[in-house]
T-cell receptor
Framework: GAVVSQHPSWVICKSGTSVKIECRSL??????MFWYRQFPKQSLMLMAT?????????EQGVEKDKFLINHASLTLSTLTVTSAHPEDSSFYIC??????????????FGPGTRLTVL | GQQLNQSPQSMFIQEGEDVSMNCTSS?????WLWYKQDPGEGPVLLIA?????ELTSNGRLTAQFGITRKDSFLNISASIPSDVGIYFC????????????FGDGTTLTVKP
């Protein structure tokens, strides 16, 4: 159980285009999902917390108009990188916390999406 | 903000050796999580710890939640080549909107 999928697994796009990344919890419901980006040989950097039915909470320094997050259902969150530029190239990873976890705070990660902006 | 110090940054060991890595924090956490990340993949949860002093095993992996709630360690016994990867600790408390604070990772290389 506790499987999280991401789509696409990799994407190459031209500068100026927008890219949407989907994060799905396959066998559980998640009221909270998190979006991270990771540069090579570095740790995960939290970008935003996505709560079902409400606006995402962005970390300091992350532009909310640049990285649009929609948590439309208990199993789906999307991250849209708008007007992507080469500096947005990175590994984007989502995680999901099961709705029933209560005091148990596990996060389960998706396999990541490699974004390359030319 | 909260910070985790994870050490060592990297380890090069021989197959069959035991490995130990740890995380320390200036803040108290209510939950400690240990993940492993393979290249090009998302992190996979290895062990979750919920109580101070708790010692939990998962196969050859053992992790402990420090009694002060400010540290945790992960041990790997009898390492094998597939243990290669980056290991991350993560701490959570009840005051940070459920967000995890991640360590910088320990890169493990196992020589056959």
């Amino acid at each position: 159980g506790a499987v999280v999928s991401q789509h696409p697994s990799w994407v190459i796009c031209k500068s100026g285009t927008s890219v949407k990344i989907e994060c799905r919890s396959l066998d559980f419901q998640a009221t909270t999902m998190f979006w991270y980006r990771q540069f090579p040989k570095q740790s995960l950097m939290l970008m935003a917390t996505s709560n079902e039915g409400s606006k995402a909470t962005y970390e300091q320094g992350v532009e909310k108009d640049k990285f649009l997050i929609n948590h439309a259902s208990l199993t789906l969150s999307t991250l849209t990188v708008t007007s992507a530029h080469p500096e947005d190239s990175s590994f984007y990873i989502c995680s999901a916390r099961p709705r029933t976890s209560g005091t148990y705070n596990e996060q389960f990660f998706g396999p990541g999406t490699r974004l390359t902006v030319l | 903000g909260q910070q985790l110090n994870q050490s060592p940054q990297s380890m090069f060991i021989q197959e069959g050796e035991d490995v130990s890595m740890n995380c320390t924090s200036s803040s108290i956490f209510n939950t400690w999580l240990w993940y492993k990340q393979d290249p090009g993949e998302g992190p996979v949860l290895l062990i979750a710890l919920y109580k101070a002093g708790e010692l939990t095993s998962n196969g050859r992996l053992t992790a402990q939640f420090g009694i002060t709630r400010k540290d945790s360690f992960l041990n790997i016994s009898a390492s094998i080549p597939s243990d290669v990867g980056i290991y991350f600790c993560a701490g959570l408390d009840n005051t940070n909107a459920g967000k995890s604070t991640f360590g910088d990772g320990t890169t493990l290389t196992v020589k056959p």
